[in-house]
């Protein structure tokens, strides 16, 4: 089973940027909407950004407004998101997958390994 692949994570001090990328998706989600998640341990995981395929249209949640951007390259098959002045509440692992709805991720499957930010202080 392909799973998606993220990449792009890495160690950065606070006010920083990283790119993250995934690929690939469309070729394993018979789905449109897709989306980054993140969790820390002891937490579950929470919806980052979502992006309609078709249209581009984004949503962020409220913590990475103004930082973050979530866009995709639909000849390459890849998603990505661009994280500048990064904090250390965003350290998190990093999985990009589709999107069901904010309260629909315990019921996704094909999770690719991750991505880790580590965001130093």
């Known amino acids: 089973q392909v799973q998606p692949a993220e990449s792009g994570g890495g160690l950065v001090q606070a006010g920083g940027s990283l790119r993250l990328s995934c690929t690939p998706l469309r070729r394993i989600f018979n789905n449109y909407e897709m989306a980054w998640y993140r969790q820390t341990p002891g937490k579950e995981r929470e919806v980052v950004a979502a992006?309609?395929?078709?249209?581009?249209?984004?949503h962020l949640v409220d913590s990475v407004k103004g930082r973050f951007t979530i866009f995709r390259d639909d000849a390459k098959d890849t998603m990505y998101l661009q994280m500048n002045s990064l904090k250390p509440e965003d350290t998190a692992i990093y999985y990009c997958n589709e999107f069901k709805g904010a309260l629909d991720i315990a019921e996704l499957t094909n999770w690719g390994e991750g991505v880790l930010v580590n965001v130093s202080s």
């Open positions: 992006i309609d395929w078709r249209s581009g249209r984004s």
